[in-house]
């Protein structure tokens, strides 16, 4: 046999064990093998398969006898029964294997879903793979191996193989992603998948309310479930209640399922909560139901994962199912319990072992026998050696592979498909930056029904039955006016003030295919959403080796010269994002860019934060007339604005405008200053900028961030590194001091770099 037949067949053997579906739980559904595609509605009539089909010991079960009644009426046969003892054994053996593994040194990390097997097993007889969505966290082994995830790709993961489907060898293990059962990637930071569960239900919410969508994207069912999973330290995060507040506001069929272990890390659930009970304090949320649970035992929590199932499949509302579990081994393999659990407080605990509750369970009520599970045991301890024989087997990524996937291999922003910008045709009355972004906005979401538009105050009314009565918000500078009026609610609306909130969303809708175009108000608030932005939307793409993106536009008001503006509306810390992998950045400086630029954006496959700088919103010289709605100004290509030869000046956004000044004052002293204006900072055009610099060989770097740890100390830095043989004097950097914005006009003016700051260091450097 070669090692390939051998592998197939390993992965059939180990793969999901029954169907537990009966005529008196319609809504449950298992396959008996792995899906190749997404599935379409299922037989709800299928009985399950025979015993047989999943265990050597099912003719040890008692015949004739009849199937398990459950609370609210549901049956399960003693197939299912034996079935779900199986996975609950694999899944604590898989956890015993890799912990062995770790101690040979053989892997690299270990975490563990130990004493959470019963209600996991649980929620996956009761969902759907490849119909619902799941958004798991890394205690769920179990689940996914319910769900339809072999041994084998489990143990891919543990020892960081290419082939290993939840992200080809790039996460730790335990770290759940599987493109055909739809679990989406999964990451490390507790309860950031909480958000983007609510924005995969809220894409469903928004396809029935859009009827355009449900030509466009594909992969929707009217009873789907968003089943997403949480530790009970993970309900002191701000973004859980986040989550929470919008599933209940929209009513989105979102499944939380709390797995209270009673400790997070080394710190007791009596200090995350007051009162040691999450579940208590949510009760007065609206339309969301609220089941509790002994979460090591299987039969209890099935039927309460069926209820709370059945209340979001019928458009009740989330639900949520407080688990009460156990923690048998440490927090992970970096962490001993011993120092902070005694002895008798752990003894306690493993008399709840979920495992050897439910073995005894199927003994005691004659539903097999000793020899059977004992060979139930033996089976499954054979094909954990074997994967994890073949896993160790399996060849690791190639070292060359780090760069796959940073962004998007299928869509070049960057490229001449994007570049309609040479000879457009201008018509109209010349508009402001506020101006060619609105209509951008409208003519793309009338090109692609796709587009959803949300964040604060954005809409023009969120009570739309004052529409008729007022004029509207449409943003705090008026960007996105009458969006709401021309495309409806379901397109444009508000959300809570909650930056998380949105991005975390955003990425959920982005995922199932939806475009979101969201705001953050202020480039001074968008700090909340840092987690959602760095570890979870830049990194999707990369961390699950291309299996899942979530190509989205932020647009986000940035920069400072407000007369007013003073500490928290007059950021400028690009530098933050540009040195994110998988982030474009872009900043244009006048009207025309601006529109050009979003439209591309909106088109290309990578997430986009898209800066808008305020000061600039309205000024004259900006402004520009309307080009054709096929305007597209690719990223990574900077622009001439004027021409010079004595030396250059690098920069965007606001110095733009104060660099003319500054050259056209430098130029009746005689000097030729040369004006390049990036408008993408990631990518930046590296081919303009060492042109220019081989052309004057003296440059200026001018931003308005601070000078220290700023976006030009890399320009800078690379120009010295690469072209210094062409330099005829140091390069120069213009920028904001290190310090913070104030709101006495004399003082802003001080810190900000100002045209005679730039004027300055064009006449030191000149004379260099």
Known sequence: MNADTKVLKLVKKTGPLTDPRSEASPTTNQPTSRPTAVPQERDLAQAPPDAKSFSPAASAAAPGREAAELPGGSRLSDQQLIAAYRTMYLSRKLDDKEIQLKGQNRIFFQISGAGHEAVLVAAGMVLKPGYDWFYPYYRDRALCLQLGMTPLEQLLASVGAEADPNSHGRQMPSHWGHKKLNIVSQSSPTGTQLLQAVGCAEAGYRVKLIAELKRVVQGFHADEVAYTSLGDGTTSEGECWEALNTACNLKLPVLFLLEDNGYAISVPVEVQTPGGNASRLLENFPNLHIERCDGTDLLESYAAMERAVRHCRDGLGPALVHAKVIRPYSHSLSDDERLYRPDEERTAESERDPVKRFGAHLINEGIIDQQGLQQIKNQIDEEVTQAADQALASPQPAPESAKLYVYSPDVDPCSQQFDTEEGAELTGNAGTIVDLINRCMHTEMSRDPRI?????????????????????????????????????????????????????????????????????????????????????????????????????????????????????????????????????????????????????????????????????????????????????????????????????????GALVQRSVVAAKQAEQQGISVEIVDLRSLAPYDWKAIAATVKKTSRVIVAHEDSLSFGYGAEIAARISDELFEYLDAPVRRVAALDTFVAYAPQVEDAILPQAPDVLKAIQELHSY
């Open 452 to 652: 959803i538009v949300f964040g604060e105050d954005v809409a023009d009314v969120s009570r739309e039955t004052y529409l008729g009565k007022v004029k509207g918000k449409g943003g705090v500078f008026k960007v996105t006016a009458n969006l709401q009026r021309n495309f409806g609610g379901a397109r444009v609306f508000n959300s809570p003030l909650a930056e998380a909130n949105i991005v975390g969303r955003a990425i959920g809708m982005a995922t199932r295919g939806l475009r979101p175009v969201v705001e953050i108000q202020f480039f001074d608030y968008i700090w909340p959403a840092m987690h959602q932005i760095r570890n979870e939307l830049a990194l999707l793409r990369w961390r699950s080796g291309n299996e899942w993106k979530a190509p989205l536009v932020m647009r986000v008001p940035i920069g400072g010269y407000l007369k007013g503006g003073a500490v928290y509306h007059s950021q400028s810390g690009v530098s933050t994002f540009t040195q994110i992998p998988g982030l474009r950045v872009i900043y244009p400086s006048n009207a025309l860019d601006a529109n050009g630029l979003l439209r591309t954006a909106i088109r290309c496959d990578d997430p986009v934060l898209f800066l808008e700088h305020k000061h600039l919103y309205r000024q004259a010289y900006n402004k520009s007339q309307y080009p054709p709605d096929n305007f597209m100004i690719p990223f990574g290509k900077a622009k001439t604005v004027r021409e010079g030869t004595d030396l250059s000046i690098i920069t965007y």
